[in-house]
């Protein structure tokens, strides 16, 4: 068994992505700052030794340089965001991946350091969760796929992690620390690197 990183990143296409954010500074303006985060995840994970791979949302972009952080380029199957994580769970624990942790692109505050811990306490625990301080999270790890955790939740809420972790029987969870990632104007003014941008 060998550990696996999966990285979910949506397109770079405007008006597709931080929809909540472009509500208040508008779409040209949230995908600069959607840029410059997956930029930042791509300096996050370069360090990581364990096989990579990127889910892109619509399709694989053969023009961006991914290639140079990933081992893999993958898309996102499903019909919501549950269901498209299950899937790429699914897809690593099939290819004998073990553990898997999976992380998004709006994070700013996430370093690798961080990662190489998560996947450190999965040696002890069977689930580890990166709390986002909006009530989701910014990371989730396991050691078997529990379909339990994607299934019947409602996604962008603030009860998801609480949702999630209801569907566990098992002691050994470990959280991280609560990080805020960046889905509104609130989230980018309380960020001093991006909010220049705003």
């Known amino acids: 068994m060998k550990p696996l990183l999966i990285i979910f990143c949506k397109n770079l296409i405007a008006g597709r992505v931080k929809t909540r ?21 791509k300096r996050i994970v370069l360090p990581i030794e364990n096989h990579k791979i990127i889910y892109y949302s619509d399709f694989i972009d053969h023009k961006d340089n991914w290639s140079n952080f990933v081992n893999e380029k993958k898309i996102q199957k499903g019909n919501n965001l549950g269901e498209r994580m299950l899937n790429a769970f699914a897809d690593g624990f099939r290819a004998y991946y073990s553990p898997i942790i999976l992380i998004g692109s709006d994070l700013w505050d996430l370093n690798y350091n961080e990662i190489n811990y998560a996947f450190k306490q999965l040696k002890n625990n069977d689930y580890i969760f990166g709390p986002s301080i909006d009530g989701g999270y910014y990371l989730i790890g396991m050691k078997k ?50 909010k220049t941008f705003i």
Do not use: V
């Open 21 to 41: 954010l472009a509500n208040s500074i508008g779409n040209k303006k949230a995908l600069l700052i959607y840029q410059k985060l997956i930029e930042r995840t």
């Open 145 to 194: 796929l529990n379909h339990n955790l994607f299934e019947n939740k409602t996604w962008s809420s603030s009860f998801l992690l609480k949702e999630t972790l209801q569907d566990i029987n098992s002691k050994k969870i470990f959280l991280l620390e609560s990080k805020n990632d960046i889905d509104t104007i609130e989230d980018l003014i309380l960020n001093k690197d991006l």
